[in-house]
């Protein structure tokens, strides 16, 4: 499932791509036909909260985003959903962002469609949707296709606020409150590992996240919320916010420090592998250099050689090293010194 960074990154692409343009609304696959409603309306902005995608709609450019009449286009992605793009050059730098990695175009049984997509972003009005496509935004130099979300409605702003509040804080988000946070994980005796997957608990963070930031902590999985100290919580929320800003601005979900990248840098795939933007590039870091534990049971922990486990919490699989991985109550020693904000900033 895409994780928050994701999702930051989808909203600054529809605002760089669509923001303040009137824009064609359809959905090629029928399944959401209030689409229809809001076709040639305009969109005012992107909004990323967690793992939620809100796209404000109004009748024209000059409605305050506060006005009644803005309808907000909510998606969930889930496990399967993607976002893909295709438009002029310089419209949407990724390809695609969610589960699949594929161009529009690709895939298309249609002859005209899989010319436009070979030939280039001159075509891509051209471009005939999938019927998979849930929805289809055209706008003046691109077009996005959504397939395969878990959500996918038009919320009122009432709508939109139940969906927030429900919520935890958000750590990409400038009006997240870090203490509820705080005060929510030592409130609790459920396991730390259990909690940071809790969407009520903190927006955004995902099983790779949550495996790394706890192996950062030097933090045990199955520890009690409230047997910990509030240093090093505090601590978990700074790691985190730093990591997935390097996320939302390249795209990709790096946590190892460079001169552990290449111990062991090994990952046990899965059918599909565990796929992230730019992997064809052999600029960035690849994934099996870019985790401490995540995917990596039975392999040997790139700090001190133990075993990686796995196992189970919630009905979640949770990866951790059983040596590295001992600290319960005290602050973490990477924590304190916050290492990935230099080592982000290296890698703009």
Known sequence: ?????????????????????????????????????????????????????????APSEDVDPHDPVVRYVHVHLGLY??????????????????????????????????????????????????????????????????????????????????VIDRLGPDPLRTDADPAAFVTKVRGSSTAIGAQLMNQKVIAGVGNIYRAEALFRARLDPFVPGSAL??????????????????GARTGRIVTTQPEHRDIEARIIERSRGTRQNGDDDPSVVPREKSFYVYHRQTLPCRICGTEIRSGEIAARSVFWCPRCQTERTRRAPWIGQNPAADWALEQD
């Open 81 to 162: 959903g993607s976002w893909s793009f295709a438009g002029e050059p310089g419209f949407i730098a990724d390809a695609a962002i969610g589960a699949p990695r594929l161009r529009i175009g690709e895939t298309e049984d249609v002859t005209e469609a899989s010319e436009a997509g070979s030939r280039g972003a001159r075509d891509w009005r051209r471009i005939v949707p999938r019927e998979t496509v849930r929805l289809r935004l055209a706008g003046a130099s691109g077009l996005a296709d959504l397939t395969g979300p878990t959500a996918c409605e038009i919320l009122d702003s009432d709508g939109r606020r139940a």
């Open 229 to 246: 100290g509030r240093g090093l919580v505090e601590g978990i929320w700074e790691d985190l916010a730093v990591l997935m800003d390097y």
């Open 1 to 57: 499932m895409p994780e928050g960074h994701t999702v930051h990154r989808l909203a600054a692409a529809f605002r760089r791509g669509f923001g303040g343009q009137r824009v064609r609304a359809f959905s090629p696959q029928g399944r959401f036909p209030e689409a229809a409603q809001l076709d040639r309306w305009v969109l005012l902005d992107a909004e990323a909260v967690g793992k939620h995608l809100f796209l404000p709609f």
